[in-house]
């Protein structure tokens, strides 16, 4: 190795090797060209097969992009997560990614000011007939606190038969359960993906409605159309004020990267969906600045 590859930043943009079908990562092959363009050497790195007896590469940061399957491996990626930081410094920050990797952060946000999509917690079969119960034949949302890409996630009138089985096959997971009434502008696609970089607003994304009423996805898959979309100075500041009350409860500074998922409303107003601090879709193919702009962060943290 020449003395130039031993003082050229190393950098592991951590993925996994299990995909859905409809599920594209977009984001790595840009982050690492506008890296490489910062003479930072990067490359993907399968989070679960690093480090490994046949995997010793050594790396200056770890930045986790795309750990898809992180859900259904849960305790797996909880021990990865901490040997991994203690081999090199890890972002977003372990402390950051373990504390959003259940959605009960919500209530802790909540709790902090952040006006967030109404939502009952049920961890029992007779808190989930309760809070059924009220919503009669009006459509819920029904969905897991630890999941990605919206699995075991469904739109399902409450008094339904199915809605009771969803519930029911969560809680034997060992899984709290979440149900949310249905948003109608949500159902019309009008949640906002808003994205920060390095505490700074970059981008926004409208993904389009992903859930059919009854049960399943829109086009009978999960399928994301993601479009570059305006947001109002009160949603990027919206935004920014989650960003920073997620930094906060968690104890860490502000993140690398960050989505802030929004919908504004006539009943609720504006009010937050998810914060996802640590696997979202960045959509670099739909905002190319925004790969330079996280390279750049990177390259902070590196230097910093």
């Not at 034997?172 to 359960?177: D, F």
């Given at each position: 190795m020449s003395m130039s590859e031993e003082l050229t930043?190393?950098?592991?943009?951590?993925?996994?090797d299990t995909y859905r079908p409809s599920d594209y990562d977009n984001d790595t092959g840009p982050l690492i060209e506008a890296l490489s363009a910062r003479n930072i050497l990067a490359e993907p790195v399968v989070w679960h097969r690093w480090p490994a007896e046949?995997?010793?590469?050594q790396f200056d940061l770890l930045v986790l992009r795309s750990p898809w399957d992180y859900a259904e491996r849960e305790q797996e990626f909880r021990s990865w997560l901490h040997a991994a930081?203690?081999?090199?410094?890890?972002?977003?920050?372990?402390?950051?990614?373990?504390?959003?990797?259940?959605?009960?952060?919500?209530?802790?946000?909540?709790?902090?000011?952040?006006?967030?999509?109404?939502?009952?917690w049920v961890h029992t079969s007779e808190e989930l007939t309760q809070a059924l119960a009220p919503h009669g034949g009006d459509w819920v949302v029904i969905k897991p606190s630890v999941s990605a890409g919206a699995l075991d996630t469904e739109l399902l009138q409450a008094?339904?038969?199915?809605?009771?089985?969803?519930?029911?096959?969560?809680?034997?997971?060992?899984?709290?359960?979440?149900?949310?009434?249905?948003?109608?502008?949500?159902?019309?696609?009008?949640?906002?993906?808003?994205?920060?970089?390095?505490g700074e607003h970059t981008h926004t994304i409208a993904k389009g409605a992903l859930l059919e009423r009854g049960g399943g996805f829109l086009g009978g898959h999960y399928q994301e159309n993601p479009q570059v979309q305006r947001a109002s100075a009160e949603e990027i500041a919206f935004g920014d004020r989650v960003i920073r009350a997620c930094a906060a409860a968690a104890g860490t500074?502000?993140?690398?990267?960050?989505?802030?998922?929004?919908?504004?409303?006539?009943?609720?107003?504006?009010?937050?969906?998810?914060?996802?601090?640590?696997?979202?879709?960045?959509?670099?193919?739909?905002?190319?600045?925004?790969?330079?702009?996280?390279?750049?962060?990177?390259?902070?943290?590196?230097?910093?």
């Open positions: 930043p190393r950098v592991a943009v951590v993925v996994t046949d995997d010793s590469r930081a203690s081999r090199t410094q890890v972002l977003n920050a372990p402390e950051l990614v373990e504390w959003n990797l259940d959605k009960v952060y919500l209530q802790q946000l909540q709790q902090r000011g952040v006006a967030v999509v109404p939502t009952e008094d339904s038969e199915r809605a009771l089985t969803l519930g029911r096959k969560i809680l034997e997971e060992g899984r709290t359960v979440m149900v949310q009434p249905e948003i109608p502008e949500l159902s019309e696609g009008r949640e906002k993906a808003l994205y920060f970089i390095g500074e502000i993140p690398l990267y960050g989505r802030i998922d929004i919908v504004t409303s006539a009943e609720h107003g504006t009010v937050l969906l998810e914060a996802e601090l640590f696997e979202p879709a960045l959509n670099l193919h739909r905002a190319p600045h925004a790969a330079d702009a996280l390279a750049g962060a990177i390259a902070k943290s590196l230097h910093g």
